[in-house]
T-cell receptor
Framework: GAVVSQHPSWVICKSGTSVKIECRSL??????MFWYRQFPKQSLMLMAT?????????EQGVEKDKFLINHASLTLSTLTVTSAHPEDSSFYIC???????????FGPGTRLTVT | EDKVVQSPLSLVVHEGDTVTLNCSYE??????LLWYKQEKKAPTFLFML????IEKKSGRLSSILDKKELFSILNITATQTGDSAVYLC???????????FGKGTRLSVIA
């Protein structure tokens, strides 16, 4: 199957700082990338959908100014958590698709801890 | 209101038991239903179901869809400790819309 990487795998940062998470599709061109957040023992919650070259579509309740998403190329999308707070601590997973929604390949996730 | 509902939320069984996980859905323009297994990291794909009544099978796992009653089940026979994971159900709708995930069923298999 297709390979999607995320970097970093784990990050600890201080409250008030910004953190950037990268999502790369390594062996295919991803026209669409999805960003999810998952709190402990809960399901995946879709944060936003980004199509290459256009603005991301955010789900209701997700602050677009806090969670900046950039999808500048067909193989890279970034999520920047700005002015992070402890309540932003979570597991962030991206997925990439070159076609239909079911054809999405998940990255390994990034665990963010804000102290 | 949740569009995809999984039950039970959590389940503990002994090795060798058979388990059935449920997923019901309510979407306007159904296209497919997918099952994923999530251990410590990202979900891994198990099955995609589009037609009613056709069982998909992979080793000890099998799944079937009922489009009339709007649900799917995932069966795991002769469970092993390695089956311990969260099993996620997701529904794909017609059109270029994201998958809708259920909350998952956390399965723990004890020796």
């Amino acid at each position: 199957g297709a390979v999607v990487s995320q970097h970093p795998s784990w990050v600890i940062c201080k409250s008030g700082t910004s953190v950037k998470i990268e999502c790369r599709s390594l062996d295919f061109q991803a026209t669409t990338m999805f960003w999810y957040r998952q709190f402990p023992k809960q399901s995946l919650m879709l944060m936003a959908t980004s199509n290459e070259g256009s603005k991301a579509t955010y789900e209701q309740g997700v602050e677009k100014d806090k969670f900046l998403i950039n999808h500048a190329s067909l193989t890279l999308s970034t999520l920047t958590v700005t002015s992070a707070h402890p309540e932003d601590s979570s597991f962030y997973i991206c997925s990439a698709s070159s076609g239909r929604a079911y054809e999405q390949y998940f990255g390994p996730g990034t665990r963010l801890t804000v102290t | 209101e949740d569009k995809v509902v999984q039950s039970p939320l959590s389940l503990v069984v002994h090795e060798g038991d058979t388990v059935t996980l449920n997923c019901s859905y309510e979407v306007t323009n159904f296209r497919s239903l997918l099952w994923y297994k999530q251990e410590k990291k990202a979900p891994t794909f198990l099955f995609m179901l589009t037609s009613s009544g056709i069982e998909k099978k992979s080793g000890r796992l099998s799944s079937i869809l009922d489009k009339k009653e709007l649900f799917s089940i995932l069966n795991i026979t002769a469970t092993q400790t390695g089956d311990s994971a969260v099993y996620l159900c997701a529904v794909e709708e017609v059109g270029n819309t994201p998958l809708v995930f259920g909350k998952g069923t956390r399965l723990s298999v004890i020796a």
